[in-house]
T-cell receptor, first 112, second 112 residues
Framework: DQQVKQNSPSLSVQEGRISILNCDYT??????FLWYKKYPAEGPTFLIS?????DKNEDGRFTVFLNKSAKHLSLHIVPSQPGDSAVYFC???????????FGSGTKLNVKP | NAGVTQTPKFRILKIGQSMTLQCTQD?????MYWYRQDPGMGLKLIYY???????DKGEVPNGYNVSRSTTEDFPLRLELAAPSQTSVYFC???????????FGEGSWLTVV
């Protein structure tokens, strides 16, 4: 039973436009969320996080939005760049949990 | 700035062989994890540890064993390798549960 879902396996956007990656979760105990970026043949690298006490967190071109009532979070990349082309994973946990649950990833392709 | 180091990077095993994937972190993190990623799939937790001498099963522990004798090291043992264990394995660590986790670069394992 997948507790974290990324329903879009892939996304293609034009350079300079906005990329929106979505993630849904089922466990209402989750209160901490992470986004990771992964290039081929490399390990995932941490991108941005959000705690459930916030509904938005921004870091440069990356913004994560959290809708607790809908159990939904999204990652916005503005403007998108070709170097952003990678697989993006969302992950969720709770402060009193010992582990994170990961989504299946969304492959983003930013076209020049 | 080593972070999380995994060895070997690539390995081919024959069915029935055994091997150990090594993982070391130099960030003094209490929590360590082993994940596997199958093609086109997300990250699945195999085992995790909340400190030296303490380990627990994740989502897909069958066919694996771990130990945590020191804070730094968290080796993953594959006994009687099977083709279903062909995957990319990622070791990770975090300061505590529900905190940002940091990944190694991955170990590509093929069982033939």
């Amino acid at each position: 039973d997948q507790q974290v879902k990324q329903n879009s396996p892939s996304l293609s956007v034009q350079e300079g436009r906005i990329s929106i990656l979505n993630c849904d979760y089922t466990n209402s105990m989750f209160d901490y969320f992470l986004w990771y970026k992964k290039y081929p043949a490399e390990g995932p690298t941490f991108l941005i996080s959000i705690s459930s006490i916030k509904d938005k967190n921004e870091d440069g071109r990356f913004t994560v939005f959290l809708n607790k009532s809908a159990k939904h979070l999204s990652l916005h990349i503005v403007p998108s760049q070709p170097g952003d082309s990678a697989v993006y994973f969302c992950a969720a946990s709770a402060r009193n949990f010992n582990k994170f649950y990961f989504g299946s990833g969304t492959k983003l392709n930013v076209k020049p | 700035n080593a972070g999380v180091t995994q060895t070997p990077k690539f390995r081919i095993l024959k069915i029935g062989q055994s091997m150990t994937l090594q993982c070391t972190q130099d960030m003094n993190h209490n929590y360590m994890y082993w994940y596997r990623q199958d093609p086109g799939m997300g990250l699945k937790l195999i085992y995790y540890s909340v400190g030296a001498g303490i380990t627990d099963k994740g989502e897909v522990p069958n066919g694996y064993n771990v130990s945590r004798s020191t804070t730094e090291d968290f080796p993953l043992r594959l006994e009687l390798a099977a083709p279903s264990q062909t995957s990319v394995y990622f070791c990770a660590s975090s300061p505590s549960g529900g905190n940002t986790i940091y990944f190694g670069e991955g170990s590509w394992l093929t069982v033939v």
